[in-house]
């Protein structure tokens, strides 16, 4: 098992920045990548970004790419995500998630943390 807790999420105006963080603790041994996904009201969750954990590669949704910029710390287990020239329609509950891999591929996901940007 592999447990998240994020933090960093709040309220801005547009144009502003914040960066959100996600701590991984447990079997983190297995983590092959950890990401971003976001949920806005009535809307599906969808990607923002990710990082794989060993090479570094990453890799941003269309509406990310420019102004979010994924990072990691391995020896703190903790992914970042920093958000600049924040929008309104980036306003939603943002999720991070750890993909495992060894004994079958699992996806863990963390209580999420509320992002608002005002307008």
């Known amino acids: 098992q592999v447990q998240l807790v994020e933090s960093g999420g709040g309220l801005v105006q547009a144009g502003g920045s914040l960066r959100l963080s996600c701590a991984a603790s447990?079997?983190?041994?297995?983590?092959?990548?950890m990401g971003w996904f976001r949920q806005a009201p009535g809307k599906e969750r969808e990607f923002v970004a990710t990082i794989i954990w060993s090479g570094g590669n990453t890799y941003y949704a269309d509406s990310a790419k420019g102004r979010f910029t994924i990072s990691r710390d391995n020896g703190k287990n903790t992914v970042y995500l920093q958000m600049n020239s924040l929008k309104p329609e980036d306003t939603a509950v943002y999720y991070c998630?750890?993909?495992?891999?060894?004994?079958?591929?699992?996806?863990?996901w963390g209580q999420g943390t509320q992002v608002t940007v005002s307008s």
């Open positions: 998630n750890c993909h495992t891999r060894g004994e079958g591929d699992h996806d863990y």
């Open positions: 447990g079997r983190t041994f297995s983590t092959y990548a």
